[in-house]
């Protein structure tokens, strides 16, 4: 398996500003995987992080809002601007682990964002 | 896209009971995952399962790929299983590779 870390783990964040999520991963991945989770609900994807191209959006997330940066290989981030009450959630990235099962996926501990 | 239905949505048992989770699946799938999240929100992987039957101590499941549904069985519970369990479907072609798509879970609870 993959072993993922995330900073920050939890946050409290005023409404209007914004916070940047880091992701890091202990070997090279191609892709990496940002997903939301609202209180009370599932986990959506909203985008894939490719390394040396722009990350592509889930229908409903747009750049502008989330933008992400991929670096390098082990290494992905993930801003939520000009935040609203509505962003807080955990926000986890996932990337496929070193199993026989090349697509099999494991993810980060998550960050909880709140939103005042 | 690809449609995922968990049922039952919540279950509570006894210590010592067992129990089995759905998950149905409206399209074909090269990737099947059960997970269990903690109460911290860490995601545990279970099962990587896109067909056929696996088995990790108390823990079992079965997808039948044929028929699009995937079953987790939980025996023996224990008040540590509680907590919300996903199923998470990856849908068959090449621009859907790595991309889950996640049941509305099954919030199981154990009590003493």
């Known amino acids: 398996s993959a072993v993922i870390s995330q900073k920050p783990s939890r946050d409290i964040c005023q409404r209007g500003t914004s916070l940047t999520i880091q992701c890091q991963v202990d070997?090279?991945?191609?892709?990496m995987f940002w997903y939301r989770q609202q209180p009370g609900q599932s986990l959506t994807l909203i985008a894939t992080a490719n390394q040396g191209s722009e990350a592509t959006y889930e229908s409903g997330f747009v750049i502008d809002k989330f933008p992400i940066s991929r670096p390098n290989l082990t290494f992905s981030t993930l801003t939520v601007s000009n935040m609203s009450p509505e962003d807080s959630s955990i926000y986890l990235c996932?990337?496929?682990?070193?199993?026989?099962?090349?697509?099999?996926?494991?993810f980060g501990p998550g960050t909880r964002l709140t939103v005042l | 896209g690809i449609q995922v239905e968990q049922s039952p949505p919540d279950l509570i048992l006894q210590e010592g009971a067992n129990s089995t989770l759905r998950c149905n699946f409206s399209d074909s799938v090269n990737n099947l995952q059960w997970f269990h999240q903690n109460p911290w929100g860490q995601l545990i992987n279970l099962f990587y399962i896109p067909s056929g039957t696996k088995q990790n101590g108390r823990l079992s499941a079965t997808t039948v790929a044929t028929e699009r549904y995937s079953l987790l069985y939980i025996s023996s519970s224990q008040t540590t299983d509680s907590g919300v369990y996903f199923c998470a479907v990856e849908r068959s072609g090449g621009t859907s590779y790595g991309k889950l798509t996640f049941g509305q879970g099954t919030i199981l609870t154990v009590h003493p």
């Open positions: 996932s990337v496929e682990g070193r199993t026989s099962a090349y697509n099999e996926q494991f």
């Open positions: 070997s090279q991945v191609t892709m």
